[in-house]
């Protein structure tokens, strides 16, 4: 089975565009969430889609928002972009997500914000 | 917020010496999972324990699980150079209305000197 893909890997952005992160999650998972990674921080929830409807959500402002498709892939997008939103974004699958599943992460997408 | 909190921060071994790490946390759980992420790049599944387990093996993995010291630990025996990484632990925090969020801790950094 193909991993979970990310696209893009790398992304640079200016403070106040927005910008869209895509992630394909492994055949037959119907669960994807989407984590951020910073130094400081470490790794925080941002969201969870199971069959097209977010299940769950983290404690992030509004700009940070997503969906998903009838083919489980799922898209994030923040909108005016700050300097803090520089991180390593990560998708994850399952297979029906919640407690006492594992998830597959992607590679992620490195967001670089000038 | 992290829900776990590995110990130490860094650890520094040589080539076939056995690394513990640890890893605390605050509320009751479901089960408790260990990831492991190479530089920069996605998360890997390593294991996962129940709460009705006290000690789980996998290859040269040994996770042991204590729900009354709300802590677990995480044994790697003959490291290796290639198990240079960071080590997460990850567990099913609620998040309210029946549903559950993965809360990772900030890792621990294991370098394996060969």
């Known amino acids: 089975k193909a991993g979970v893909t990310q696209t893009p890997r790398y992304l640079i952005k200016t403070r106040g565009q927005q910008v869209t992160l895509s992630c394909s999650p492994i055949?037959?998972?119907?669960?994807v969430s989407w984590y951020q990674q910073t130094p400081g921080q470490g790794l925080q929830f941002l969201f969870e889609?199971?069959?097209?409807?977010?299940?769950n959500k983290g404690n992030f402002p509004g700009r940070f928002s997503g969906r998903q498709f009838s083919n489980s892939r799922s898209e994030m997008n923040v909108s005016t972009l700050e300097l803090g939103d520089s991180a390593l974004y990560l998708c994850?699958?399952?297979?029906?997500?919640?407690?006492?599943?594992?998830?597959?992460f992607g590679p992620g997408t490195r967001l670089t914000v000038t | 917020s992290q829900q776990g909190e590995e110990d130490p921060q860094a650890l520094s071994i040589q080539e076939g010496e056995n690394a513990t790490m640890n890893c605390s946390y605050k509320?009751?759980?479901?089960?408790l999972q260990w990831y492991r992420q190479n530089s920069g790049r996605g998360l890997v599944h390593l294991i996962l324990?129940?709460?009705?387990?006290r000690e789980k093996h996998s290859g040269r993995l040994r996770v042991t699980l204590d729900t009354s010291k709300k802590s677990s630990s995480l044994l790697i025996t003959a490291s290796r150079a290639a198990d240079t990484a960071s080590y997460f632990c990850?567990?099913?925090?609620?998040?309210?209305?029946?549903?559950?969020?993965?809360?990772f801790g900030k890792g621990t950094k294991l370098s394996v000197i060969p």
């Open positions: 994850a699958s399952s297979l029906a997500g919640g407690r006492a599943h594992e998830q597959y």
């Open positions: 055949s037959g998972h119907r669960s």
């Open positions: 889609y199971f069959s097209e409807t977010q299940r």
């Open positions: 509320t009751s759980i479901n089960n």
């Open positions: 324990i129940r709460s009705n387990e």
């Open positions: 990850a567990t099913d925090a609620r998040s309210g209305a029946g549903s559950y969020q993965l809360t």
